[in-house]
Nanobody, 115 residues
Framework: VQLQASGGGLVQPGGSLRLACEVS????????MGWYRQAPGKQRELIIS????????YLEDSVKGRFTMSRFNYKNTVSLQMNNLKPEDTAVYYC?????????WGQGTLVTVSS
């Protein structure tokens, strides 16, 4: 099982990024999926999750109105569209399932928001 996140980078405040996560070794449609982030010196936190049927099941307050998750079960991929990025969004971003048994964590992708 592998979760490979990509799409991170350096962006100015107010900018946008789109992250992708390819999931291999399992059938994505059987899992609720989410995006997590871990800022420097902080614990990893769930910021958004989505059911197999593409209903948002969780959305952290600080990203409401700015982040949107999508999933493409047919190609085992989830994405995260991030708009109006702020310096406090700087973190390593991961995808995984928020269900009781997480899949093996991937490396994540680093997002840095800075002018």
């Amino acid at each position: 099982v592998q979760l490979q996140a990509s799409g991170g980078g350096l962006v100015q405040p107010g900018g946008s990024l789109r992250l992708a996560c390819e999931v291999s070794g399992v059938t994505l449609s059987t899992y609720v999926m989410g995006w997590y982030r871990q800022a420097p010196g902080k614990q990893r936190e769930l910021i958004i999750s989505m059911s197999s049927g593409s209903s948002t099941t969780y959305l952290e307050d600080s990203v409401k109105g700015r982040f949107t998750m999508s999933r493409f079960n047919y190609k085992n991929t989830v994405s995260l569209q991030m708009n109006n990025l702020k310096p406090e969004d700087t973190a390593v971003y991961y995808c995984n399932t928020p269900e009781s048994r997480p899949l093996p964590w991937g490396q994540g992708t680093l997002v840095t928001v800075s002018s």
